[in-house]
C-alpha cells in the first residue's frame, strides 16, 4: 500500500508544482487522508526531497535556455544566459533567508498540529485565489510592462523573490506567489510561469540540502533501502508528471488567464474547511 501512495503523491507533485494550486497543501492534505506507515521525519524529509524529480523535469525542458557552456553557443547567448542565472540567484535569495530562519518554527507551530495545518492551508488557498481573480481582471486589457525573461530587471526579480519567500505558508504555492507577484508587476503571464520554473531550481534544490541535511547531520538518523527506494520512486513519478504538466502550463498561459486557477483555489480551500470541520471540529 506504501508504494500506491508514494505513486500518488509523486502524481500530486508533479501536476501541483507547476501549476499555481499548492503542491504541499496538496501533498499534505492527501498524506493526511491516507498516510505512509513512516517515522515523522522521514515523512517530513520525503515531502520536501520528492521535490527534486520536478527540478530535474525543468532542466531537460529548457536545458538550452539555462546551459550557458557549449561550442554551438555565440557570446551573446552565453552572456545573456549568466545574466538569467543572475536574476534567478536575486530572486531566490529571501526565501533562502526566511527558510533559513523560520524553518524550525513553521515546522513546530504549523505541520506538527493538524487542525493548525488544515487552517493554514484553507486561508492560503482562498486568499491567494481571490488574488488571482482580482489580478486578471484588474489587468484584463492593459498592456504588460515585460514581456519576456530576457526583459525582467534585477528589481522584478528581487520582487518576484519576496513574493516567492510566501510560500512558506502551507498552502500558498510556490509558483502561485511568484506569479502574483510577477503578475502585480504587470510581467506577461508567460514571462511569469517561465520564471516561476527557472526559480524552482535554487529554492528547491536549497530546501533539499537544508532537510538532508538536517536529517542526516544534525538528527543523526539513518535511511533504510525501503526509504531510498520510496524516494527514488516518488522523485521519477514527480519527473515524468512534471514533463507533461510543464508543457501544458505554458501552452494554457499563452491563451488564457490564471482565473481558472484562482476559482480551483477558492473552492479548493472550501472543501477544506468542510473536511476539517468534519474531522477536527465537530
Known amino acids: 500500500m506504501i508504494w500506491l501512495i508514494v505513486i500518488l503523491l509523486g502524481v500530486i507533485q508533479g501536476i ?12 499534505l492534505l492527501f498524506e493526511d ?9 522521514f515523512r517530513s524529509l520525503f515531502m520536501v526531497v520528492i521535490q527534486f524529480g520536478s527540478i530535474i523535469a525543468v532542466l531537460v525542458l529548457f536545458w538550452r535556455r539555462l546551459w550557458p557552456f557549449g561550442k554551438t553557443k555565440a557570446p551573446e547567448e552565453k552572456k545573456a544566459i549568466w545574466t538569467l542565472w543572475g536574476k ?10 526566511i527558510g533559513l530562519l523560520l524553518d524550525n518554527l513553521i515546522e513546530d507551530y504549523i505541520y506538527a498540529k493538524p487542525i493548525v495545518k488544515c487552517s493554514v492551508i484553507a486561508g492560503t488557498l482562498i486568499v491567494y485565489g481571490v488574488a488571482f481573480i482580482v489580478i486578471e481582471r ?5 498592456e504588460n510592462r515585460v514581456e519576456t525573461v530576457d526583459q525582467l530587471s534585477c ?24 506569479i502574483v507577484g510577477a503578475r502585480l508587476c504587470r510581467i506577461s503571464r508567460t514571462a511569469a510561469a517561465e520564471f516561476s520554473f527557472f526559480l524552482a531550481i535554487p529554492v528547491m534544490l536549497g530546501a533539499s540540502a537544508l532537510k538532508i541535511g538536517k536529517y542526516f547531520l544534525i538528527d543523526k538518523l539513518t535511511m533504510s533501502g525501503a526509504e531510498v527506494g520510496l524516494l527514488l520512486v516518488g522523485g521519477a513519478v514527480a519527473f515524468l508528471v512534471s514533463l507533461v504538466v510543464i508543457r501544458f502550463l505554458m501552452d494554457f498561459v499563452r491563451r488564457h488567464s490564471f482565473e481558472p ?17 468534519l474531522r477536527y471540529v465537530r
Open 138 to 142: 484588474c489587468l484584463a486589457g492593459r
Open 16 to 27: 501541483t508544482e507547476w501549476l499555481p494550486v499548492s503542491s504541499t497543501g496538496h501533498m
Open 155 to 178: 528589481r522584478d526579480a528581487l520582487v518576484i523573490g519576496c513574493f516567492q519567500a510566501l510560500a512558506l505558508i502551507p498552502g500558498t504555492s510556490r509558483s502561485g506567489a511568484t
Open 261 to 277: 486557477f484562482g476559482w480551483y483555489r477558492i473552492g479548493l480551500g472550501a472543501a477544506v474547511l468542510l473536511y476539517m470541520f
Open 33 to 41: 487522508w491516507l498516510p505512509m506507515n513512516v517515522t515523522p521525519e
Open 88 to 97: 534567478v540567484l536575486i530572486a531566490a535569495v529571501p526565501a533562502a533567508i
